[in-house]
């Protein structure tokens, strides 16, 4: 029997690495982690940097999983390619489900008044823009942010503020923490919801994680 391909997405600034905690099992899955490529240009829209991401996938209807931006990018990724399922971990469907501080973040254009030192800086960036209490968080899980080049967190940040998708795609599957300090869960509708999971739960929650994936695919 062959086995069905997933395609692992990974956060903003961080590598497959993220996933490696992760408990599906390998006879029944093929596994491929995609990675962050380099943004033609700080203009270049988020649809065409999802098209290009498409030509990393080399199998017809895959599942596609994405964890908070990359769960955005999968979506994205959908628009131009047929697939399985798609599974979002820690991230949103719609502009609706962005925190309030994006949307506030999106109309005064204050984001772009970042100096780099703190975009390329993990532990600053989550400092200045989503609170201290990440940035206690941020020594748990900087070893797996391997992307910091400029271009791309600036990209990245505009994109994931300024994202635009009215409604939701149908046939998502949204696992959710309900400590998520990124996207509150408040705003998130129709999740599974990991009662104790916060925005790095794909990594401390791994094991339920993948059993709710599994779950889903089997269904």
């Known amino acids: 029997m062959s086995k069905t391909p997933i395609y692992f997405m990974p956060g903003l600034a961080a590598g497959p690495e993220i996933f490696h905690n992760l408990t599906l099992d390998p006879e029944i899955y093929e ?25 990393e996938v080399h199998h017809e209807n895959p599942i596609l999983i994405g964890v908070s931006f990359g769960g955005i990018i999968v979506q994205e990724m959908s628009k131009f390619m047929d697939v399985k399922k798609i599974i979002i971990i820690s991230s949103v469907k719609s502009t609706g489900e962005l925190p309030k501080r994006f949307k506030i973040a999106s109309k005064s254009k204050i984001y772009k008044l970042f100096p780099t030192q703190i975009v390329t800086n993990f532990e600053s960036y989550a400092k200045y823009f989503v609170g201290k209490s990440l940035e206690k968080k941020a020594k748990i899980y900087k070893k797996y ?75």
């Not at 700080?42 to 991401?53: D, V």
């Open 145 to 219: 942010l391997s992307v910091r080049g400029k271009t791309y967190i600036k990209w990245s940040i505009h994109n994931a503020i300024n994202w635009r998708q009215e409604k939701p795609m149908e046939g998502i599957v949204h696992i959710h923490g309900a400590k998520d300090e990124i996207f509150p869960i408040k705003s998130i509708k129709n999740c599974i919801r990991i009662e104790d999971g916060n925005h790095s739960m794909i990594i401390l929650k791994a094991k339920e994680i993948s059993k709710i994936i599994h779950e889903n695919l089997t269904c």
């Open 31 to 55: 596994f491929h982690y995609l990675t962050w490529k380099k943004p033609l240009a700080l203009e270049e829209t988020i649809a065409n940097y999802a098209m290009r991401m498409t030509e």
